[in-house]
T-cell receptor, first 115, second 113 residues
Framework: ELKVEQNPLFLSMQEGKNYTIYCNYSTTSDRLYWYRQDPGKSLESLFVLLSNGAVKQEGRLMASLDTKARLSTLHITAAVHDLSATYFCAVPILRTTGANSKLTFGKGITLSVRP | DTGVSQNPRHKITKRGQNVTFRCDPISEHNRLYWYRQTLGQGPEFLTYFQNEAQLEKSRLLSDRFSAERPKGSFSTLEIQRTEQGDSAMYLC???????????FGQGTRLTVV
């Protein structure tokens, strides 16, 4: 059974500082997704990481994937209040057919940016 | 609006009643997924369809839950004899067959009282 773990589960960040959060998973997969969720809202797709060594950047966020270590990191540069939200990583089970499959999500990491 | 649409957005029901939710996926998306999210947790997979065929159901989906996608377009999720433990956000997502990126709707928040 695929398990996805995120840590820490809660992170209080100081405005302007850099932080890294982590997502690791238990079985082979060649891709990983990061989503953002604001309170009471649905999930917004942030990053699609499709191969080992993939790195994507959007604004102050940068995500990377190491499929050999089964680890993804999300790096936050110079945190700002707008980044306060819960961030989920999600992993599909690798299928030899190449067809997609359901996503298994981590519990999410809640980021709170304080002045 | 070309995103995934879910209705209703909120539903409050008495224990024991039946409820039905609707999801309209992004047009041309073959895959449609239902997830359930409880407070403080990530979404948990319930079931998915490829076109009109229901291809997988989670063990979470008890016999009180049924989902359909009769013409391969919109889908409905019905919960019979609701229980308080069914209170959650029910999320629908859609994707293309060979693209695992799933796009989520706004969700239906169910409260069973």
């Amino acid at each position: 059974e695929l398990k996805v773990e995120q840590n820490p589960l809660f992170l209080s960040m100081q405005e302007g500082k850099n932080y890294t959060i982590y997502c690791n998973y238990s079985t082979t997969s060649d891709r990983l997704y990061w989503y953002r969720q604001d309170p009471g809202k649905s999930l917004e797709s942030l990053f699609v990481l499709l191969s080992n060594g993939a790195v994507k950047q959007e604004g102050r966020l940068m995500a990377s994937l190491d499929t050999k270590a089964r680890l993804s990191t999300l790096h936050i540069t110079a945190a700002v209040h707008d980044l306060s939200a819960t961030y989920f990583c999600a992993v599909p089970i690798l299928r030899t057919t190449g067809a997609n499959s359901k996503l298994t999500f981590g519990k999410g990491i809640t980021l709170s940016v304080r002045p | 609006d070309t995103g995934v649409s879910q209705n209703p957005r909120h539903k409050i029901t008495k224990r024991g009643q039946n409820v039905t939710f609707r999801c309209d996926p992004i047009s041309e998306h073959n895959r449609l997924y239902w997830y359930r999210q409880t407070l403080g947790q990530g979404p948990e997979f319930l079931t998915y369809f490829q076109n009109e065929a229901q291809l997988e159901k989670s063990r979470l989906l008890s016999d009180r839950f049924s989902a359909e996608r009769p013409k391969g377009s919109f889908s409905t999720l019905e919960i019979q004899r609701t229980e308080q433990g069914d209170s959650a956000m029910y999320l629908c997502a859609s994707s293309l067959i060979r693209n695992t990126e799933a796009f989520f709707g706004q969700g239906t928040r169910l409260t069973v009282v």
